[in-house]
């Protein structure tokens, strides 16, 4: 595990593969996702900043979920619910959250954007005021998982238009997985690349992941791992 400080009131923590946020505001701060191998992010946060610390997962997949047991609530698109409950088998209570919604930190107004397909309650969080996409595991340039049930690429492909109808927003990319951090021309890049694996002009290659047969498909910018 790695604390790593991006600005005055931003850090990164990695984590085994996986990184999530703090930032800070005048008012509280806030923790997008809780790690996967650690369970004490809520105490590191909170030796970081002297404010109310809150929680926020950007979808429930459990390397991003792992301190969530530390929070009475978290906010979570509630999308997301039959992810985090059922298939995870996680527990606790969602504060609901929605396209469009904006938590403010005092200061700092963090806009949530709807980005099903990776998981049905996928968001990213735009920091406004700093121009940066917060994005998840949805824009990233490493593995992005699109297997099982509730995954879909087809709804994927349509969150991506969304953010390129949005990249003026932003100027920088901060994924949970992969390089840190990247540039808003990967979302063309990745949005090419699924349209290709769709359309069945991208050769998959067959691959086990925990326990699970796929097909990875390498389209040069990430790699999608879909159902067979």
């Given at each position: 595990?790695?604390?790593?400080?991006?600005?005055?009131n931003?850090?990164?923590?990695?984590?085994?593969?996986?990184?999530?946020?703090?930032?800070?505001?005048?008012?509280?701060?806030?923790?997008?996702?809780?790690?996967?191998?650690?369970?004490?992010?809520?105490?590191?946060?909170?030796?970081?900043?002297?404010?109310?610390?809150?929680?926020?997962?950007?979808?429930?997949?459990?390397?991003?979920?792992?301190?969530?047991?530390?929070?009475?609530?978290?906010?979570?698109?509630?999308?997301?619910?039959?992810?985090?409950?059922?298939?995870?088998?996680?527990t606790?209570?969602i504060?609901?959250?929605?396209?469009?919604?904006?938590?403010?930190?005092?200061?700092?107004?963090?806009?949530?954007?709807?980005?099903?397909?990776?998981?049905?309650?996928?968001?990213?969080?735009?920091?406004?005021?700093?121009?940066?996409?917060?994005?998840?595991?949805?824009?990233?340039?490493?593995?992005?998982?699109?297997f099982?049930?509730?995954?879909?690429?087809?709804?994927?492909?349509?969150?991506?238009?969304?953010?390129?109808?949005?990249?003026?927003?932003?100027?920088l990319?901060?994924?949970?997985?992969?390089?840190?951090?990247?540039?808003p021309?990967l979302?063309?890049?990745?949005?090419?690349?699924?349209?290709?694996?769709?359309?069945?002009?991208?050769?998959?290659q067959?691959?086990?992941?925990?326990?699970?047969?796929?097909?990875?498909?390498?389209?040069?910018?990430?790699?999608?791992?879909?159902?067979?």
């Amino acid at each position: 595990m790695e604390i790593i400080r991006i600005d005055e009131n931003t850090w990164r923590i990695e984590d085994m593969g996986v990184r999530f946020f703090l930032l800070s505001g005048t008012r509280k701060a806030l923790l997008i996702d809780s790690g996967m191998q650690i369970h004490n992010a809520r105490e590191i946060a909170e030796g970081l900043v002297s404010l109310p610390v809150e929680l926020l997962n950007t979808h429930g997949d459990r390397d991003h979920v792992g301190s969530n047991a530390e929070f009475d609530y978290f906010y979570m698109n509630p999308a997301e619910a039959s992810n985090y409950y059922n298939t995870q088998k996680m527990t606790g209570t969602i504060r609901p959250v929605q396209d469009g919604d904006v938590l403010d930190l005092g200061g700092r107004e963090l806009e949530i954007i709807a980005l099903p397909g990776h998981t049905p309650g996928s968001i990213a969080v735009l920091d406004k005021k700093n121009r940066v996409l917060i994005s998840g595991d949805p824009v990233q340039d490493g593995s992005i998982f699109m297997f099982g049930v509730q995954r879909e690429l087809h709804a994927y492909l349509l969150s991506l238009e969304k953010l390129q109808g949005c990249r003026d927003r932003f100027d920088l990319i901060y994924p949970s997985h992969g390089t840190f951090p990247v540039l808003p021309p990967l979302i063309d890049a990745l949005h090419e690349g699924a349209r290709k694996v769709m359309a069945g002009e991208v050769e998959g290659q067959d691959m086990q992941i925990h326990g699970t047969c796929v097909m990875r498909y390498d389209v040069g910018c990430a790699a999608f791992l879909c159902d067979k």
